[in-house]
């Protein structure tokens, strides 16, 4: 089942602006990621915050995780067209091995050049 | 990264029919593989896990004699869909993770499946 609720669920926005997503989770988890996927594609992993960390960067994103509040955000700075795609966080509960992954229900994020 | 491989991109088959999707570690060894659903615009539902040498265990909801999973390698799992009918028409995903709890994902390209 999919404990992971995201919003926006669609995002549009001009090339060069920020785009703030959020993610929220029902369950204890052992770390959270992020990935993209771009149209009828598979995923590619952005980002993973363990949950004895807040905050994560690389490059132009920046994930935060609030264990307290069950939720995490991505921030994608100075966006390009080339960002347009879907997003999904995902949760791995503790005691969970080998990869299973709760997806949240995406935010699609539209930047227009 | 990892590379995980997944054959064919995409598929038509006639309703009746059945379809093997495959899913390649490709340099690494993948004692567990998972295959998700996706359908358009939403999120990925994981189906099942699939376990080297030994059956693969379904998600709730998920009928495993018509998604069959076979995983005899570590580095091949194959999703069967048997009998095929239009409302299985989806994308279908599949993925690997590495060792460890604090490990990515690493997923394949995904196979569009549309049955007429």
């Known amino acids: 089942s999919q404990q992971g609720e995201e919003d926006p669920q669609a995002l549009s926005i001009q090339e060069g602006e920020n785009a703030t997503m959020n993610c929220s989770y029902k369950t204890s988890i052992n770390n959270l990621q992020w990935y993209r996927q771009n149209s009828g594609r598979g995923l590619v992993h952005l980002i993973l915050?363990?949950?004895?960390?807040r905050e994560k960067h690389s490059g132009r994103l920046r994930v935060t995780l609030d264990t307290s509040k069950k939720s995490s955000s991505l921030l994608i700075t100075a966006s390009r067209a080339a960002d347009t795609a879907s997003y999904f966080c995902a949760t791995r509960a503790g005691g969970t091995s080998y990869g299973k992954l709760t997806f949240g229900q995406g935010t699609i994020l539209t930047v227009h050049p | 990264g990892a590379v995980v491989s997944q054959h064919p991109s995409w598929v038509i088959c006639k309703s009746g029919t059945s379809v093997k999707i495959e899913c390649r570690s490709l340099?690494?060894?993948?004692?567990?593989m998972f295959w998700y659903r996706q359908f358009p615009k939403q999120s990925l539902m994981l189906m099942a896990t699939s376990n080297e040498g030994s059956k693969a265990t379904y998600e709730q909801g998920v009928e495993k004699d018509k998604f069959l999973i076979n995983h005899a390698s570590l580095t091949l799992s194959t999703l069967t869909v048997t009998s095929a009918h239009p409302e299985d028409s989806s994308f279908y995903i599949c993925s690997a993770s590495g060792l460890g709890i604090n490990t990515e994902a690493f997923f394949g390209q995904g196979t569009r499946l549309t049955v007429v």
């Open positions: 340099d690494f060894q993948a004692t567990t």
């Open positions: 915050i363990r949950s004895n960390e």
